[in-house]
């Protein structure tokens, strides 16, 4: 990884020259792109500068075409390696994430890894800079620093999602970070929850489309306490979102993912210069005329419910003749070049989801039927609180991981998260997939990054 970048400088010319192509895009945020490059800690000099630096992290998370860890890349990835999505083409690496037979060699990996510590490394330079910065204005520094760190936490949070334990680089030390070994996954969420109550306090809770604010970093966190089993956590975290009055839950679902929408707590701006998301220009078929390249398996399917409107207006079939239907996702709906989408990291119905169960776990269950009713209510789905007010708590966190899954479906890996959290993985999938094995819950390591760094040791039944 560090092959790309070996000093300071060279990472905040990049890092400037991407925040004068990225706020040329689209001005999301009345931000003045730096004239020309940035050299030096001249990035950190301005309000302005420092800002362009971020929004270059903001670029290369956003992707540009083949799926990275945070962007569509959970979605792609983890869907095919769970039973959610199906690949449709002949890619052979593709096919070996859905059969579950991954080879260390497979550039996916080294795509995954690779991109994940290039923006590692951003943002430990970012949040270096800014916090040696005597020039920013308090509140922009502090903005700025938690956005920082909100967004290598997310990183980490996917990479152990796809890898297990991970080496923690916190610092833009070559010489350290060359030759670092894996940190366990639980040292990892240490730092990821010290991180993201550092960035909450520091973020504001204004809203800026494209960028984070001190939610995006609450909804992470009730995330990740979610899955330490830490309900009382996980629930104060998502009930301080939900009471906060600031996102509402729309009616229209067709407008969930749109840029601005009321719905997201953490959207990133669109990239107008090739397509809108990410998702789109890898989810959607590129005419009529051609089978999709990723449909929902059947398994997903029949997780709706009749008249589901989720299944209604987030999904669409293409019809090729002479009988072939395929069902895709369809929550992003623009794949060319636009504004009209926003990738969405987290929204409100998630939070919803998180505070029903953490509530559920505590015994809490009439107030976690209240909140699951706020989904199904949209969905245009019968009431709990009216069929089976009595239900037991089994049954309730049943009905609550049943929601999660049509409602988050070929959403950021939420069904890769949820069986790997509650090790219910190979009970699920083996009967579906043959080649699902324990070892399966996780990605082997790519080879290059082994070679590269000898302190790297394999992940168990890879080479």
């Not at 260390?104 to 994940?116: E, M, Q």
């Not at 800079?129 to 990183?155: D, H, P, V, W």
């Not at 998180?354 to 559920?360: D, G, I, P, V």
């Not at 999660?404 to 083996?430: C, I, P």
Request: proline content about 4%.
């Amino acid at each position: 990884m560090k092959k790309y970048i070996k000093s300071q400088t060279l990472l905040i010319l990049y890092l400037g020259t991407l925040g004068a192509l990225y706020t040329s895009c689209k001005k999301i945020v009345d931000v003045d792109p730096p004239k020309d490059t940035i050299t030096g800690n001249a990035v950190f000099t301005s309000n302005a500068n420092a800002e362009a630096a971020l929004n270059g992290l903001y670029a290369n998370i956003s992707g540009i075409f083949s799926p990275i860890v945070i962007s569509s890349g959970p979605t792609i990835y983890n869907g095919l390696s769970s039973d959610e999505l199906h690949f449709t083409d002949t890619d052979n690496e593709i096919i070996q994430v859905e059969s579950n037979n991954i080879l260390s060699s497979n550039g996916i990996l080294t795509t995954l890894w690779d991109k994940a510590y290039f923006c590692i490394y951003m943002a430990n330079s970012c949040a270096e800079g800014f916090n040696k910065s005597n020039s920013l204005t308090l509140s922009t520094k502090n903005q700025l620093l938690g956005e920082a760190l909100l967004i290598r936490s997310y990183l980490y949070f996917n990479l152990t999602q796809f890898f297990g334990d991970v080496p923690l680089e916190t610092t833009t030390s070559y010489e350290l970070n060359a030759s670092m070994s894996r940190t366990p996954t639980t040292k990892i969420f240490d730092q990821i929850v010290a991180d993201l109550n550092t960035a909450s306090s520091l973020m504001t809770s204004d809203i800026v489309v494209g960028r984070a604010n001190r939610y995006a970093a609450q909804a992470l966190l009730a995330k990740v306490y979610l899955l330490k089993n830490d309900w009382p956590g996980s629930q104060k975290q998502a009930s301080e979102i939900i009471s906060s009055g600031k996102y509402q839950i729309l009616q229209n679902l067709n407008n969930v993912f749109l840029t601005g929408s009321a719905e997201a707590i953490w959207q990133i701006a669109p990239n107008n210069m090739f397509y809108t998301t990410t998702q789109a220009y890898n989810l959607l078929p590129s005419s009529k005329k051609v089978v999709p390249p990723y449909v929902l398996t059947s398994n997903l399917i029949g997780a709706f419910e009749s008249g589901d409107k989720r299944y209604i207006n987030w999904t669409n079939v293409q019809n090729l003749s002479p009988i072939q239907i395929y069902t895709y996702p369809y929550k992003y709906k623009t794949r060319g070049r636009g504004d009209s989408e926003g990738e969405v990291y987290f929204r409100l119905a998630e939070v919803y989801l998180m505070n029903a169960e953490a509530k559920a776990q505590q015994g809490n269950l009439t107030s976690a039927i209240a909140d699951l009713d706020v989904l199904r209510q949209r969905a245009g789905l019968s009431l709990i609180a009216n069929t089976n007010p009595a239900i037991s708590k089994a049954d309730l966190l049943t009905a609550i991981a049943r929601e999660r899954r049509v409602e988050l479906f070929a959403e950021n890996g939420n069904r890769w998260f949820d069986l790997k959290r509650k090790n219910e993985a190979l009970q699920v999938l083996k009967p579906i997939k043959p080649n699902f094995d324990i070892n399966s819950t996780l990605f082997p390591l790519p080879i290059s990054a082994i070679r590269t760094n000898k302190a790297l040791s394999q992940n168990p039944g890879y080479q």
